[in-house]
């Protein structure tokens, strides 16, 4: 699917426990490198194993989505169209290697961004939950049995927002209930795998 801006303002409610689990992954960290602020495909680094455990996900039937916080475009430094461009590079570069994600969603928001539109606080911005209530929405999912996958504290920080679960790839020491630190997502895979299929 392409890229879609998060812009939910939190006005939908999260699916019921008749849904199905999900995995939400950050983008920069998580699936690529995170070089700051990217917003070319000249940036764009692919982490290994990353294709191959979006990969496993697909065929196992969990849905895939990115919820990413892009405040690049607030803060002037690329614009939207950039992030759909990465995302479609992303994209070509999945199928090419087996893979896909079946949702992009992306916050541009920030307090302190310089461009007019964008420079506002926003329950779209990890770890507010307005992306993963959004992904919950269009994938039908029950994001009390889902996962959250990321590097940073924002992204441990979603997932207890909504009840999911975290897997947090940092560098940081983030303990809590239902949080994992693990190496890589293709070591959350693993693991998400484990509980989600059994």
């Not at 990217?38 to 849905?63: C, K, L, Q, T, Y």
């Not at 961004?113 to 993963?132: I, L, N, Q, T, Y």
Request: proline share 6%.
């Amino acid at each position: 699917m392409g890229t879609l801006r998060a812009d939910v303002g939190g006005a939908i409610k999260e699916r019921c426990a008749s849904g199905r689990p999900g995995v939400l992954l950050d983008r920069d960290g998580t699936i690529i490198r995170d070089h700051g602020y990217v917003g070319s495909v000249d940036r764009v680094e692919f982490i290994p194993g990353a294709a191959d455990a979006i990969a496993r996900f697909n065929r196992a039937g969990v849905p895939v989505a990115v919820v990413t916080n892009q405040a690049g475009v607030a803060r002037g430094f690329y614009g939207i169209e950039d992030v759909e461009r990465v995302h479609g590079f992303i994209t070509d570069w999945l199928a090419a290697n087996g893979a896909w994600i079946d949702l992009f969603l992306s916050c541009p928001y920030h307090p302190d961004g310089v461009v007019p539109p964008f420079a506002r606080a926003s329950e779209d911005r990890k770890p507010r939950p307005g992306m993963a209530r959004a992904a919950a929405a269009a994938l039908q999912l029950d994001l009390r049995s889902s996962w959250v996958v990321g590097d940073r504290p924002e992204d441990v920080g979603l997932a207890a927002a909504v009840g999911a679960s975290a897997i947090y790839l940092g560098a940081d020491n983030i303990k809590g209930p239902r949080v994992w630190s693990l190496p890589s997502l293709a070591a959350a895979a693993d693991l998400i795998l484990e509980r989600v299929t059994s």
